[in-house]
């Protein structure tokens, strides 16, 4: 894109994205925004320069509008994306994108895993929700269908990337505890919290078996589209 004066990562995290938004478009004022603020002040000491505020995607305030809004892993964790989309692409200027990457691993052992043994231990009762509770992913035709509805062009594609992890599958574990695990071990007094992962981290070593060398080749499919207004 040319000539984008106004962009916006949202869901910024610690500013990773936010960083790379910028060094893309370095004429635009950026913007980044999430609703955690242990990350909004990562964000803010690594962007000393950028204005970051703490928000909520499903309610974002900010009318905008901007050339480009970006939302890297991000919306995954947001529900209802037959009204979010919508609401996003409002916000865009005439010719304004909307760029969206996000995790489509639902249906990959480290995730189907996490539900088994949340099914499968003495914290199943109190896990009996978790899974059910997590906002709905759809499909690539879902997305480039309710897209279609309000943008001029979709872009859509899907691609599976395969990460090196040394370590084993300890490794797998790390990956996915700031992200997928949370939910299921959140809620686990510690005790439990260690007996779920370690019985996880089983299951694991069978589904990933390590590499010559000891690390793991974990795949990890990802969900990409871009909207145009």
């Given at each position: 894109m040319v000539g984008v004066r106004t962009a916006a990562d949202i869901g910024c995290g610690p500013g990773n994205s936010t960083e790379l938004l910028q060094s893309r478009f370095p004429e635009a004022v950026v913007t980044g925004m999430d609703s955690s603020a242990n990350m909004i002040e990562a964000a803010r000491k690594r962007l000393p320069g950028v204005r970051f505020e703490l928000d909520d995607i499903s309610i974002w305030s900010d009318?905008?509008?901007?050339?480009?809004?970006?939302?890297?892993?991000?919306?995954?964790?947001?529900?209802?994306?037959?009204?979010?989309?919508?609401?996003?692409?409002?916000?865009?200027?005439?010719?304004?994108?909307?760029?969206?990457?996000?995790?489509?691993?639902?249906?990959?052992p480290a995730h189907l895993l996490m539900r088994e043994v949340a099914a499968d231990g003495p914290w199943s009762e109190k896990l009996a929700g978790v899974s059910s509770g997590l906002p709905a992913r759809h499909s690539p035709e879902w997305y480039h269908s309710a897209l279609s509805k309000v943008a001029s062009t979709v872009d859509v594609w899907r691609t599976t990337y395969y990460h090196s992890l040394s370590g084993g599958p300890s490794a797998v574990v790390e990956w996915f505890k700031g992200t997928g695990l949370r939910p299921f071990i959140d809620p686990l007094e510690e005790s439990e919290k260690e007996e779920f992962l370690a019985k996880y981290e089983d299951a694991i070593s069978v589904a990933y078996p390590s590499c010559p060398g000891g690390s793991v080749l974990l795949p990890f499919p990802r969900l990409f589209f871009v909207a145009t207004r």
């Open positions: 009318p905008g509008p901007f050339d480009v809004i970006l939302a890297n892993a991000a919306l995954q964790w947001v529900p209802n994306h037959d009204s979010l989309l919508p609401a996003l692409l409002s916000k865009l200027t005439n010719g304004g994108s909307l760029a969206v990457q996000t995790p489509d691993n639902l249906a990959e």
